[in-house]
């Protein structure tokens, strides 16, 4: 984890602003996501893993939830708990659900031949009221229907518009899916919004299909041209790990399986992007969780992720 000052022109390390004392003409927003594998783990039960993840957004107290496989039994749960806990401002407007249907498999539920009629997906929750909502199918990977889910907050300076998206692991269609993802968000960013993706991308930091997000700034012998000076970052984004020393524009892990990374980690494959141009500060940091949280079980093979990023207001 490393705090990143964002200077016009230049990227240096400097320290973070406090949530509640951010600059004039600027905005401090806290961010938390989490793929809680809500199928593969725990067969869509809203068991300890409700209770860890409310558990850490009450010690985290984020602005913004993101929530990849989530079933809905969990999703309503996670829901309820932070309704209870008296954390969003508008208790009948915070939070958005949307599924991703498989194609073959009954997934949550977990009923073998049937139609996947509860299926998990991806959630995003915000402190502060949605003035809306897009919901965007992927390109399909033949196997479940890939979702981008963001919601609009018109009350917020800068007009941030905060998503979550979880993107296929199939070769074949991964590379249409973060197009999609990616054009979205340049669009919105161009329209004037400040625009915050969290998800699982299913890709790394240095995969080259992740040129065209990185921005050329990160150049690094990790994440940035080759030695022939080829295949540089050609982006407009920054992660908000990406100034951790670590692993120089790369990051930490956040995953807990056998996919290596860089710098001798694990994979990095959950992400929360924001555009370089409404940068001012940032940082992120990925959190193991321990086994004794889910009944001495894994409770995901992801580690959660939370970052503080600064961005600059009209």
């Not at 599924?99 to 997906?121: I, N, R, V």
Request: a negative charge; aromatic letters at 8%.
């Amino acid at each position: 984890m490393l705090a990143g000052a964002v200077p016009a022109g230049a990227l240096s390390a400097g320290a973070v602003p406090r949530a509640t004392a951010a600059q004039a003409g600027t905005a401090t927003y806290k961010v938390w996501h989490w793929n809680i594998s809500g199928h593969d783990k725990h067969l869509g039960k809203p068991d300890h893993i409700v209770s860890t993840v409310l558990g850490s957004l009450s010690f985290r107290n984020p602005d913004f939830i993101s929530v990849n496989e989530v079933c809905p039994a969990q999703y309503q749960a996670i829901l309820k708990g932070l309704q209870n806990a008296g954390w969003p401002q508008n208790p009948a407007n915070f939070a958005r659900f949307e599924p991703m249907p498989h194609a073959t498999a009954d997934l949550c539920a977990k009923t073998p031949g049937s139609p996947d009629q509860d299926p998990y997906g991806v959630a995003v929750f915000s402190r502060f009221a949605p003035s809306g909502t897009d919901r965007i199918t992927l390109p399909p990977d033949g196997q479940r229907a890939r979702k981008l889910l963001c919601v609009p907050i018109a009350s917020k300076p800068g007009h941030p518009r905060f998503c979550t998206t979880h993107v296929t692991y199939q070769a074949a269609t991964k590379q249409a899916q973060l197009d999609t993802v990616r054009t979205r968000m340049e669009q919105w960013t161009a329209a004037g919004d400040t625009v915050i993706a969290a998800g699982d991308f299913n890709v790394q930091p240095h995969d080259p299909l992740m040129n065209t997000w990185y921005a050329p700034s990160v150049n690094t012998p990790d994440n940035g041209c080759d030695a022939q000076g080829n295949h540089c970052n050609t982006g407009m984004f920054r992660e908000l790990d990406d100034l951790d020393p670590i692993c120089s524009g790369w990051g930490e892990q956040t995953t807990e399986g056998l996919l290596a990374g860089r710098c001798g980690q694990p994979a990095k494959v959950d992400h929360i992007f924001a555009a370089e141009s409404k940068l001012v500060s940032y940082q992120e940091d990925a959190h193991p969780i321990s086994q004794t949280a889910c009944n001495n079980n894994p409770c995901s093979d992801h580690r959660i992720v939370d970052a503080t990023v600064t961005v600059s207001t009209p």
